[in-house]
């Protein structure tokens, strides 16, 4: 499995998902003002009104900058984890006092997202760990010998995709399941690289289904525009459109390209 084949087998479900996702959410769950045809004259004037930079905004946006910078090549380069140089970016607003610690603790959001999410993340982890994961993808390898292999892979993506319940990361997610479903797939008779490519294409789509699911999600709905049950509501109804997509349209264009 290749980067470019990747690309290439994920372009025209991927393309599609962009148009439809959007339009069925937009269905689904219509924003309340929906023309803002002043919105960009009325940025401007803001814009224009705040002047120049002040000292505490450049050094902001140069440790932002720095930041990228870091989280971007300070593995590869400098072995610095993401962790690491978020400390350090902080470290260095407080020093030059464009933050304060009270400013720190004020922010109630983040320091509510940093502890939940750390719980579920450890929880997910033990689910693995204690032994619950490797004894799911035991039984589902029982439960699929002898099927026919199309019939099992239904089932077996099924249950790799919902099964993301659980996990309050892709990462945990694919390292606990990935390599087991995918033997267990292509011990069904699956064609192997289309296997591998439908599982790697659902570890991505599984990031929509709770506000957990994600590092970006616990962000996104602590901001507090969107309520758990609603999110949770869209995040099934757009399982059921990617799975869709994925399948009719993914499929017959992977079959075009001879991956199955």
């Known amino acids: 499995m290749t980067w470019g084949g990747w690309a290439l087998a994920a372009i025209v479900p991927g393309l599609v998902s962009i148009l439809a996702v959007p339009w069925v959410l937009y269905k689904m769950y219509p924003p309340e003002v929906k023309e803002t045809p002043?919105?960009?004259?009325?940025?401007?004037a803001e814009l224009k009104s705040l002047g120049r930079l002040s000292r505490n905004e450049s050094i902001m946006t140069g440790t932002i900058v720095g930041l990228l910078l870091l989280w971007t090549l300070g593995d590869t380069m400098l072995d610095m984890s993401a962790t690491t140089a978020a400390l350090i970016g902080l470290g260095v607003l407080l020093v030059v006092e464009v933050l304060t610690w009270d400013d720190v603790k004020k922010e109630t959001q983040a320091w509510d997202t940093l502890v939940w999410f750390a719980a579920l993340v450890m929880m997910a982890t033990f689910l693995n760990t204690l032994g619950l994961i490797p004894w799911v993808s035991n039984q589902m390898s029982e439960a699929t010998g002898g099927m026919n292999w199309m019939v099992a892979f239904v089932i077996l993506t099924l249950v790799y995709y919902y099964s993301h319940y659980l996990f309050a990361s892709n990462t945990a997610h694919i390292s606990a399941m990935y390599a087991a479903f995918l033997a267990t797939a292509i011990a069904t008779g699956a064609p192997p690289l289309?296997?591998?490519?439908?599982f790697a294409f659902i570890s991505n789509l599984f990031a929509t289904l709770t506000h957990y699911?994600?590092?970006?999600?616990p962000v996104l709905f602590g901001t507090g525009?969107?309520?758990?049950?609603?999110?949770w509501t869209n995040g099934v109804v757009m399982s059921w459109v990617l799975i869709l997509i994925w399948t009719l349209i993914g499929g017959g264009w992977m079959s075009f390209l001879g991956i199955w």
């Not at 002043?38 to 401007?44: I, N």
């Not at 289309?194 to 439908?198: I, K, M, P, S």
């Not at 525009?225 to 999110?231: A, D, I, N, Q, R």
């Open 225 to 231: 525009y969107v309520s758990l049950g609603k999110w």
């Open 194 to 198: 289309f296997a591998a490519l439908v």
């Open 213 to 217: 699911a994600a590092g970006p999600a």
């Open 38 to 44: 002043e919105a960009a004259a009325q940025a401007a």
